[in-house]
């Protein structure tokens, strides 16, 4: 019989997973710190490149993680050295060309570029509504044939990222586990969109998905690859992390935060 193994890093997505519930963030960050030297190291697995990223941790006042992993699953940042671990980064330049990818995406139709600040070497963002599974095979596919590695990732029926084919949430993680010596059965993962099913689907891992997670999500999780939570965004992120014995019990904030995000 297997063993259940302790929690030994939690990655969770921010928009809509520890954010977007001013008072569940509130009662998150207040859980978090009460545990203390025993809690699990923090990833912080988002969209938002890193400066934007910190930006949201300072004024929700979520706890500083230990990790951030960003755009996508294309950088991930050493909180205690400050710095981007390039030994991952390095590791999705086979096969990439950023120029030929903005070249070759922005010839289609109803497709604009998103501000500066969401694009890296690494990731292309561009805003392409409501289209289908079809639209984004048949656009990656295109790439593919144009001799360029990269897939492309779709979210909440807008947001079109262009990332390297080995690039994204899961594989970020995966590769920072491994650099941690941490095991995919010792890790929880959380989020609420598309571009977050590649760490609900690594072998072994816990997962849980807040109330509000969309239907692109749940479709390709199935019933069995997450923790369904009835709260939403951080509510239902602090029900399962007590679910799987992270916490014992939610400690509600003392103080409600000041802003609406
Ligand atoms: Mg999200």
Redesign the pocket.
């Known amino acids: 019989m297997s063993k259940i193994k302790k929690i030994r890093l939690f990655c969770t997505?921010?928009?809509?997973?520890l954010l977007g519930k001013p008072a569940a963030t509130a009662d998150f960050t207040e859980t978090w710190r009460a545990g203390g030297a025993e809690r699990p190291v923090l990833v912080y697995s988002t969209g938002r490149l890193h400066g934007d990223a910190q930006r949201m941790i300072r004024i929700s006042g979520l706890p500083e993680p230990d990790f951030y992993i960003t755009g996508v699953g294309t950088m991930i940042f050493d909180v205690s050295s400050g710095g981007m671990i390039e030994g991952f980064t390095n590791t999705l330049n086979e096969g990439w060309d950023m120029e030929k990818v903005r070249g070759l995406v922005a010839g289609w139709e109803g497709i604009t570029e998103q501000p500066e600040e969401q694009q890296h070497g690494w990731k292309s963002s561009w805003f392409w509504n409501g289209r289908t599974k079809e639209d984004i095979a048949t656009l990656e596919s295109e790439i593919n044939s144009a001799g360029v590695a990269a897939q492309a990732v779709y979210s909440s029926a807008r947001d079109l990222d262009i990332l390297p084919k080995r690039a994204n949430k899961g594989n970020a993680v995966t590769w920072l586990c491994r650099h941690l010596g941490i095991g995919l059965d010792e890790i929880v993962v959380a989020?609420?969109?598309g571009n977050?099913a590649s760490m609900f689907l690594l072998d072994g891992v816990r997962g849980v998905a807040p109330g509000n997670a969309e239907s692109e999500l749940l479709e390709i999780l199935g019933d069995s690859r997450a923790y369904a939570a009835s709260g939403h965004c951080a509510a239902g992120i602090l029900e399962g992390l007590v679910h799987y014995g992270v916490f014992q019990t939610i400690i509600p904030a003392k103080q409600q935060p000041p802003t609406g995000l």
């Open positions: 997505d921010l928009d809509g997973t989020g609420d969109t977050d």
